[in-house]
């Protein structure tokens, strides 16, 4: 068994010890769904109170004591109507319920039970597990034996609230969570990554560099300060100047759309919650919550020729998502934001090249930031659109592409999307943690609902096949992924100010305007600290700020045309010409260390 299901097997196995400890603790509970999460797992669980700390380490310490008992995890399957009767008798009324959902309107309506991991595919017979005194309704795996974990490598974190089956109407539930790991060794690593993370946290690091703020009276969108919107544009006009000789052009559509847009591609039907509606003139219309269909209705402004494909679209207007209040977390989840965001119309025969060409592009982009990244192909799922021998092409055409490129992936079998096969790009930051930005997706759903066409060197018209892809993904999502990996400490190609000027006396203020007016027009950020704060103070404070140079400007300096050089992390290296600066920070911006 590969490593991450033995240990997603592990977590499953607490969870289930968690709710067997809960049980004997607190008899009167009765258990929602506990399944395996990022990291560890949680339970769900009613009880007649709410749960304290002294109540988590009261079941961690009962959890540990099952482990050592060596206790085995005994499976059956029972008729439905037998489970339902089981639990019935053991007052789990939650777990009835499921059965009684499952019975009546089978596994594709009920999701909640295939992401708890509680059911097979049949709804004639389901598997329960009993451990010691414990049974419940799971579909496993679980670990043969208890002496299969360690003891030591899990521990409870904290508790938060959740409704039954996410439904606000339905009874307040109390979920209880836990970390587990396959070593005690690597549970402390975890906590130590836990608070280090809580340091480079950009909600908080967004508000003491100045990037960005929120309001109740925009919730969902960020108010891009004046540090954080020249950090924003840095981001944009990087990805311009990327994708222009790449042979990208930008494009600009509309940001409200006829609900009729959306019927026609699909989105009115499977999408619609998530749109923000306006009602004008009768007419019901939405923000748009992606580019997609607007650059299908522009690929069709015009008659397209073999000889004009690939051709390539790049925008980066805003988009909206009616994001429910209680996901919404910094720049990760926002209602308003931006990506960087294009669609390529090719031929059949030109998605292998096209998409070796994207995969060469995420190699550069992600250099430049200092990330490193891994690579994972999805294919054919069950529920797809189109002809077998057209999926087999395009996914012989995404591994050759992705072997031309030399680039490693792991394959995500029947994980495609329904209209065509993808890459997705995981990037891991300073810390170990992995988040999914960049995807390759290839479209053969879209031009059919939107008659695209292209004119083939045989004079018939012919399909072009979507590359949806972006890099970044959203502006918003990577500039906190960038502000967590960096710590704020931007390089200085990113950082929204490069350069402070510290004068030492006001009587060098006239040539610190000097040098920054120098600065400035070669290129850089530059700002003067002329606060009434002490040197000292000033170099502190730049250091707080993240600032890559600070100049100090004393008498000596101003009489040979110099500056001294210090770095933000308190390295000093003493006095230069302005010239011999200019080339050192130029030569940090244009390398891009």
């Known amino acids: 068994m590969p490593k991450n299901e033995r240990l997603d097997t592990k977590r499953h196995s607490l969870a289930h010890l968690m709710a067997a400890s809960i049980q004997e603790l607190f008899p009167e509970a009765r258990f929602g769904v506990g399944p395996v999460i990022e990291d560890g797992f949680y339970y769900d669980v009613h009880l007649n109170r709410s749960l304290v700390p002294e109540d988590l380490q009261g079941i961690e310490s009962r959890m540990r004591q099952k482990v050592k008992q060596k206790l085995r995890f005994e499976r059956s399957e029972l008729p439905m109507a037998e489970a339902a009767d089981v639990f019935g008798k053991m007052s789990q009324d939650f777990k009835v319920e499921l059965l009684r959902d499952l019975a009546t309107r089978g596994t594709t309506a009920v999701a909640d039970l295939e992401d708890a991991n509680l059911v097979g595919a049949s709804v004639s017979e389901v598997s329960v597990y009993k451990t010691g005194g414990f049974t419940d309704l799971c579909r496993g795996p679980h670990v043969e034996c208890t002496d299969e974990i360690d003891p030591a490598s899990f521990r409870l974190t904290r508790v938060s609230g959740a409704y039954w089956r996410g439904d606000q109407a339905r009874e307040q539930m109390q979920r209880i969570y836990g970390v587990a790991f396959d070593t005690q060794k690597e549970l402390e690593e975890y906590f130590v990554r836990l608070e280090e993370a809580k340091k480079r946290d950009h909600r908080k690091l967004g508000r003491e560099l100045g990037l960005f703020a929120f309001h109740p009276l925009a919730p969902g969108a960020a108010f891009w300060l004046p540090k954080g919107t020249t950090l924003y544009n840095t981001l944009s006009n990087y990805m311009r100047d990327v994708l222009f000789p790449a042979g990208y052009v930008e494009v600009r559509t509309p940001i409200v759309y006829n609900k009729a847009l959306w019927e026609r591609s699909g989105h009115w039907k499977h999408y619609r919650q998530n749109m923000f509606l306006i009602e004008s003139e009768g ?311």
């Open 283 to 593: 007419e019901t219309m939405s923000m748009k919550p992606m580019n997609c269909p607007g650059h299908f209705l522009t690929y069709a402004t015009d008659v397209r020729s073999y000889r004009d494909l690939p051709i390539r679209y790049h925008e980066q207007t805003p988009l909206h998502r009616n994001e429910a209040s209680g996901v919404l977390s910094g720049l990760t989840r926002v209602r308003q934001f931006s990506q960087d965001d294009a669609h390529c119309f090719v031929t059949q025969d030109q998605i292998g090249e096209e998409v070796e060409r994207l995969i060469r592009l995420i190699q550069r982009i992600y250099g430049d930031f200092g990330l490193s990244f891994t690579a994972k192909l999805s294919t054919r799922p069950d529920d797809f659109l189109g002809e077998v021998a057209t999926w087999d092409h395009a996914e012989d055409q995404l591994k050759a592409a992705l072997q031309t490129a030399s680039m490693a992936y792991t394959l995500n079998e029947k994980d495609g999307a329904f209209y065509g096969p993808k890459i997705d790009f995981d990037v891991t930051d300073a810390i170990g943690r992995n988040w999914q930005c960049a995807t390759i997706q290839l479209d053969y759903a879209q031009p059919e609902n939107f008659d695209l066409k292209y004119i083939g060197a045989d004079n018939a018209e012919h399909r072009p096949v979507v590359i949806h892809r972006a890099i970044f993904g959203s502006f918003e999502r990577f500039i906190a992924i960038l502000i967590e990996h960096y710590a704020g400490a931007f390089p200085v190609w990113l950082a929204p100010v490069q350069v402070v000027l510290i004068a030492i006396a006001d009587r060098h203020a006239g040539y610190c305007e000097d040098v920054r007016a120098r600065l400035s027009a070669a290129g850089l950020r530059v700002v003067i600290d002329s606060s009434f704060e002490r040197m000292n103070a000033k170099i502190r404070n730049a250091q707080l700020q993240k600032i890559p140079y600070m100049l100090v400007v004393g008498d000596r300096e101003q009489e040979n045309g110099a500056v001294s050089v210090r770095l933000r992390s308190g390295e000093d290296l003493k006095s230069k010409s302005v010239d011999e600066f200019l080339a050192l920070a130029q030569q940090a911006v244009e390398s891009k260390k």
